[in-house]
């Protein structure tokens, strides 16, 4: 019973983290969307295996626009 109730929240707060981060991003609005939406991926991709497939996509693009490697 825990293990459900601890992914349901899981799942709550990884798309309550999406939703802020995509009001963020709009226009006028200050803050760091991009980076609360990458954080509620994250934070979903340890359920889904779409969002840690995203979230790695995100992740190599971000390294190509910024023109660094990929060093762990």
């Known amino acids: ?5 601890i992914r349901a929240s899981r799942v709550a707060v990884g798309l309550a983290l999406i939703v802020v981060g995509l009001v963020l ?12 939406m990458l ?10 295996e779409w969002a840690r497939r995203l979230r790695d996509r995100l992740h190599a693009m971000w390294h190509r626009a910024t023109g660094r490697a990929n060093d762990r």
């Open 39 to 48: 954080v509620g991926l994250t934070v979903l991709s340890t359920e889904f």
């Open 25 to 36: 991003a709009l226009p006028l609005v200050p803050g760091p969307g991009v980076l609360v």
């Open 1 to 5: 019973m825990l293990r459900h109730t």
